[in-house]
């Protein structure tokens, strides 16, 4: 199996590209479940895209606790399972369970046994860890447009203690779909199924 997957700090362009690399390598990609789970709550509120947030809509969105994140990390974590045991080549997901480790960690402190545990089985895969240096683009579901720089060390200490293989991706427009590709290439388009998705840490 090969496994790409997109990480990082809110507004970083995590789906366009994983959206751009599921077309360039024609394979499937898997999107955040975080979203489709909480964003019921901002359009059960008038909170749906294109409608103008108001405090009342954010609050919906935001209105979570311990037990909605856990819900969160099942899902995406079974979805994902789902996805590797019906397809034989490459994969491309739009988040996984170090997103929810750090999302534990700001909100509530200590990570439970049991995501660390999930966490640390996941099938092998090599992380594009998105830089926040695109504008903020607002919507009900984000909530810390000033705080992402820090947020982005959070993931990168992580990738980095748990010698995970990870390539930074930066830049805007076309050359970071172009960055993401190159650093995809050799994981999504290797003849051998059996080849790891690795790479040493790097900036692109």
């Known amino acids: 199996m090969r496994v790409v997957c997109a990480i990082g700090a809110e507004s970083t362009g995590k ?3 994983c959206q751009a690399l599921a077309e360039r390598f024609n394979v499937p990609w898997l999107g955040e479940y975080a979203r489709e789970y909480l964003g019921g709550q901002a359009s059960a509120a008038g909170g749906a895209a294109g409608v103008e947030q108001t405090p009342e ?3 919906a969105a935001h209105a979570y606790g311990q037990r909605d994140v856990a819900t969160i990390a099942r899902e995406q974590a079974r979805r994902e399972g789902e996805l590797l045991a019906n397809t034989d080549g490459g994969v491309v997901l739009d ?4 997103v929810i480790v750090i999302w534990w960690r ?3 402190g200590p990570v439970p046994a049991w ?3 999930a966490f640390a089985a996941q099938a092998p895969r090599l992380y594009l860890l998105c830089r ?6 607002p919507d009900p579901l984000r909530e810390s447009p000033g705080d992402l720089q820090r947020l982005h060390e959070q993931y990168l200490r992580l990738l980095t203690e748990r010698r995970l293989p990870f390539v930074e991706i930066g830049g805007t427009g076309e050359a970071r779909t172009q960055a993401a590709i190159a650093a995809a290439q050799r ?6 199924p059996s080849q ?3 790479s040493t840490p790097l900036a692109v």
């Open 106 to 108: 700001e909100k509530y």
């Open 115 to 117: 995501l660390e545990y």
């Open 15 to 17: 789906t366009s590209l």
């Open 132 to 137: 926040p240096d695109l504008p903020w683009q």
């Open 196 to 198: 790891r998705c690795t």
């Open 95 to 98: 988040t996984d369970l170090a």
């Open 57 to 59: 809509r954010a609050a």
């Open 187 to 192: 994981c999504l388009a290797a003849k051998e």
